[in-house]
């Protein structure tokens, strides 16, 4: 009888158990929606303040960017948000802005059937695929609420542009053959633009073309790790350090969420596994706080620590794989956390530190991301648990990607990244090279180092902020040379040896570099070699140079909101952060502060942050410098 008695109360306990545990699982996806819906519709009725009405017909339906002082060509992809709004809302605005919207883009519109990125700045073309996306799901789930004659127009302008693609093997194909490379971003998006819309529009010329893209791209997956490759000019042989194109933010944001939504719908299993893995690969680089860490990518001009300017969003990919990686909706949930925290008055600037330094939010970064959260809606809801932890949530010690030639640490409450990434972008600096600590990041600090440009440049000119500040300089960690007006670093060489030794506490990465300018020259004197040492323990991190050069020194420009109170001595630099204070002990060196702007920040528009720019001059004969960078 006991043992009946106890075979019932377990029964009965595992039952409550199982109906608590579907709860949870329920309210944690319906909590995920509702915040996410609340974001979106928090952006979109911002962004109707800036659409134009009876201004004049040119400009009617277009939306003005408060930043760029001008229309952005894509801003047709917020006809999705705004759809999805007019049919969840019942709210006859939305509807109103979306039939608006789509009215002005004929200003951009080509006789080819393409759509222009922009008005009057370039003649690029290519984000019509981005642009067919939006508006075949903008269909695909809303085209009930149009008239026949809108809804008529709308899908023959996906005719049009599916034709476009079809056309133009140069921007969509991955047959490279005699051409020079286009970034893999655009056939990868191809993919599930041209199936979607062939379904649609029933053309089986463009689901074929569609099918054979994909069978192309199984190629551009990298061996060790399965990361996509193609971002950037030179897919046809590997860097020294046996490095091909990758871009992290282009990949998860655009990319790969688009060959999960191809490969599902054409039941493309062979590529959907290869997508599947590469997916894994990528959130590894995402930190607990929900950022994203494209601090060594070959397009991270374009970063932000949220994500991409103009890149959509990895949202909707992402939830499409969550079934099978329950993680993935964790990781949603902290990046629309994120993208919160950088929202202000309505609009998503472009990082964490845009605003408090005076700096205004480009639109774009609004009805991009917006465009992602609502491919993620559109899907059907999940009953499943999510997962508490993340791949960097762990105390794992040390991960080594091979092919990009980048170390991750998660020690104690410290996560970084190490990196000797050398594949170039078609611009020299693009991002760090040369041996270079690219991320540091402490779990009550927040950021506190974050690579940026070697040199700050409008690559992207109608992408990218210009800088209105004095000063700007870049956010890495260097060891640099100021001779006759050229900055002279570390952190664009080419020949640069890093070796990883593991410790009884922790790693040590001694890094036998040279300081080279921005085009790998070395200075008028000759070749000046340069050994670093970086420690990585669970109290801290340790630096040392045992021999710097004559008039070099090491640059650390430690990120800092203009709000946090900052003391700086010879010996040592204290910021005071949430939960206590960092602290940057020189021992061998002393501390100086390079020039700054009238808030005592440099700012650098990509990832967007402000940073005390600390300078550690050695002082002894030696020409030692030794620091430790502790929090407590």
Not at 325 to 334: C, D, K, T, V
Not at 593 to 615: E, H, Q
Request: net charge negative.
């Amino acid at each position: 009888m006991k043992n009946l008695i106890s075979v019932l109360l377990l029964l009965n306990t595992l039952f409550l158990s199982a109906q608590e545990a579907n709860h949870n699982n329920q309210s944690f996806d319906k909590s995920l929606r509702i915040e996410s819906e609340k974001l979106l519709t928090e952006w979109m009725d911002t962004f109707l303040a800036y659409q134009c009405d009876n201004l004049h017909p040119s400009l009617n339906g277009g939306v003005l960017c408060p930043a760029c002082a001008r229309i952005h060509g894509r801003i047709g992809d917020a006809v999705l948000p705004l759809m999805y709004l007019a049919d969840k809302t019942h709210k006859e605005k939305y509807l109103l802005a979306a039939k608006r919207l789509m009215a002005w883009m004929e200003n951009v519109h080509l006789p080819n059937g393409s759509w222009m990125n922009d008005v009057h700045v370039s003649d690029w073309n290519g984000t019509t695929v981005f642009a067919s996306i939006a508006l075949y799901e903008a269909l695909h789930y809303h085209g009930h609420l149009l008239d026949d004659s809108t809804r008529n127009h709308w899908k023959q302008r996906l005719v049009e542009a599916g034709e476009f693609m079809l056309a133009t093997p140069f921007i969509y194909s991955r047959k490279r053959e005699g051409m020079r490379n286009m970034n893999v971003n655009y056939s990868a998006s191809a993919t599930y633009a041209l199936y979607a819309v062939g379904e649609m529009c029933n053309r089986p010329d463009f689901q074929e073309e569609a099918r054979q893209i994909a069978a192309d791209l199984k190629n551009f997956f990298t061996e060790n790790d399965t990361f996509l490759y193609g971002e950037g000019p030179n897919i046809g042989s590997k860097t020294k350090n046996g490095c091909l194109p990758v871009d992290l933010l282009y990949n998860v944001e655009e990319s790969l969420p688009n060959m999960v939504y191809y490969a599902l719908m054409a039941k493309d299993t062979d590529l959907l596994a290869l997508v599947d893995r590469s997916m894994v690969t990528h959130l590894e680089f995402m930190l607990p706080d929900g950022a994203w860490d494209n601090s060594w990518g070959t397009r991270s001009f374009k970063w932000t620590y949220w994500g991409g300017r103009t890149s959509d969003g990895f949202m909707g990919g992402y939830y499409a794989m969550a079934a099978q990686h329950p993680e993935y909706l964790e990781a949603i949930h902290r990046n629309v956390q994120l993208l919160k925290k950088a929202t202000s008055e309505g609009l998503l600037y472009g990082g964490m530190h845009y605003r408090v330094s005076g700096i205004p939010p480009c639109i774009h970064h609004t009805f991009g991301h917006a465009k992602a959260i609502t491919s993620f809606l559109e899907l059907p809801p999940l009953n499943i648990t999510s997962s508490p932890k993340l791949p960097r949530d762990k105390t794992y010690g040390i991960k080594y990607f091979k092919d990009i030639h980048t170390w991750l640490i998660s020690q104690g409450p410290w996560r970084a990244t190490f990196t000797g990434y050398d594949a170039e972008y078609k611009i020299k600096g693009t991002h760090p090279m040369g041996g270079a600590l690219s991320m540091l990041w402490h779990t009550q600090a927040g950021p506190i180092f974050a690579a940026t440009m070697n040199q700050y440049q409008l690559i992207e000119a109608p992408n990218m902020q210009s800088n209105s500040r004095q000063y700007i300089m870049g956010g890495t960690p260097r060891i640099e040379l100021m001779q006759n007006g050229t900055v002279y670093s570390n952190l664009d060489d080419l020949n640069t040896d890093i070796i990883c030794d593991t410790e009884k506490d922790g790693y040590r990465f001694t890094v036998n570099t040279h300081l080279v300018d921005i085009n790998q020259k070395t200075p008028s004197q000759g070749e000046i070699p340069i050994t670093v040492d970086y420690t990585y323990t669970q109290q801290g991190i340790e630096i040392n140079v045992e021999n710097c050069h004559d008039a070099a020194y090491l640059m650390l420009p430690v990120i800092s909101s203009p709000t946090e109170e900052v003391k700086v001595t010879p010996q040592e630099a204290s910021i005071n952060k949430s939960g206590g204070t960092l602290s940057i002990i020189c021992t061998a060196g002393h501390i100086e502060v390079a020039p700054t702007d009238k808030d005592r920040r440099i700012f650098n528009p990509v990832p967007g942050f402000s940073f005390v720019p600390l300078r550690i001059i050695p002082n002894n004969p030696k020409k030692k410098i030794h620091l430790k960078i502790l929090f407590r």
